[in-house]
């Protein structure tokens, strides 16, 4: 298996605390100065939501399958719905259908006649990452299969291309601007090759919140948070609470954003680069590092 289970471990884990870590602000924002206060303002246990609950169904169907099956994942999905953790009212139509049996390619058509161009895909699709880092051709097919399920337009499967294709990067050692040129070479479609080019230059000198809000976006759309996610994990780097704050700093859906931002950080910085005293306050963290493991060892 190309990559350390460090990290493996370290991806899971800061998807996870990203989303946990990003929830309580969702919706808000931008904080701008404010940040720090409000960050050591959480509350002792950090909870976190869908986001989560999903990349936790990708990383257990690549783990127990030892590679990728869309029936599999998408039973999972349905298996692990929890509604508290604040699906979307689409996904939780998909997921409901999923559940009675519907296949997913005709679920995910009926409550999404063009496809849904969410975040949803995206901020579930790091697990794919770790598993295909060396297998660009499969990498870019299980993505999109994968992000179908529930999110089949365009934008949804190549915004979940920039954060398994980046965490492939990671994984195999590239820098962020190697990872950057092979996205360029890879991402098909004009929108995210804008926002491609608007990351580098924003790369090169201190941005304000506006301009990257401007430049980048802070929605729900995987086109307006997919890139932002990438842009604060290479500002950030391996700092992963710089990195965090710099996404709840963005505001808008700072959940996925920082779940996103999160998981590539994590990646770079491994399990070590955590911080001790917020895996403790995760919920399910020693759930998530089984799970990592069982991934690291499935490939």
Request: proline content about 5%.
């Amino acid at each position: 298996m190309t990559g350390s289970e460090s990290s493996f471990t370290g991806c899971l884990l800061g998807l996870a605390l990203g989303d946990a870590l990003g929830a309580p602000f969702e919706g808000h924002g931008p904080f701008a100065a404010e940040v720090e206060t409000l960050f050591n303002r959480l509350p002792p246990a950090l909870r976190y939501t869908d986001d989560t609950e999903m990349a936790i169904g990708v990383a257990e169907s690549l783990a127990a399958k030892g590679g990728f099956d869309a029936e599999h994942m998408a039973r999972r999905f349905a298996e692990n719905f929890n509604p508290a953790r604040g699906y979307g009212p689409g996904t939780i139509a998909v997921l409901g259908m999923i559940k009675r049996g519907v296949p997913w390619h005709a679920a995910n058509r009926a409550v999404f006649p063009e496809g849904s161009f969410g975040n949803g895909a995206a901020m579930r699709a790091a697990p794919i990452g770790l598993f295909f880092a060396e297998d660009l051709e499969r990498l870019k097919e299980v993505t999109f299969i994968a992000s179908s399920i529930t999110h089949d337009h365009a934008l949804a499967k190549e915004g979940a291309l920039l954060i398994t294709h980046a965490v492939s990067g990671i994984i195999r050692g590239r820098s962020n601007n190697e990872i950057l040129d092979e996205l360029s070479g890879t991402i098909e479609t004009e929108e995210y090759r804008g926002k491609l080019d608007a990351i580098r230059e924003l790369l090169k000198a201190p941005a304000s919140t506006e301009t990257v809000i401007e430049r980048l976006g802070h929605s729900v759309l995987a086109q307006e948070s997919a890139p932002t996610a990438l842009y604060a994990y290479m500002r950030g780097g391996t700092d992963y609470p710089e990195t965090v704050r710099l996404c709840i700093s963005i505001g808008g859906d700072t959940d996925t954003i920082c779940a996103m931002a999160g998981a590539l950080s994590g990646a770079r910085a491994g399990f070590e680069g955590i911080p001790p005293e917020l895996i403790e306050r995760l919920e399910d963290s020693d759930r998530i590092l089984d799970l990592a493991s069982e991934l690291y060892r499935a490939g």
